[in-house]
Nanobody, 117 residues
């Protein structure tokens, strides 16, 4: 059973930065394109960013383009999301999962990101 564990969230002021990590146990992530997703209160979960299995191709939601950077370290079985210039509208629970349809893994607990004015 693969378990995804997200971490690195917290409370930050607008304009600040956070780096999220997603570690998998039970199976390697290196075979899969991976993505970050987020869900704000009262809203549906949405796509944020994705990275190819080799890490050479990335794509982003328009709302985060130029501010967020996704990366991965397959040797550490970890995917990262560097978030800069954070805005209050980035407040959400952030999750990682495969960037495939259908999804390959169960959702983890996520990590809360709160951006204050």
């Amino acid at each position: 059973q693969v378990q995804l564990v997200e971490s690195g969230g917290g409370l930050v002021q607008a304009g600040g930065s956070l780096r999220l990590s997603c570690v998998a146990s039970g199976r390697t992530l290196s075979s899969y394109p991976m993505g970050w997703f987020r869900q704000a209160p009262g809203k549906e979960r949405e796509f944020v960013a994705a990275i190819s299995w080799r890490g050479d191709i990335t794509r982003y939601a328009d709302s985060v383009k130029g501010r967020f950077t996704i990366s991965r370290d397959n040797a550490k079985n970890t995917v990262y999301l560097q978030m800069n210039s954070l805005k209050p509208e980035d407040t959400a629970v952030y999750y990682c999962n495969s960037d495939t349809k259908p999804l390959r893994f169960m959702w983890g607990q996520g990590t809360q990101v709160t951006v204050s004015i």
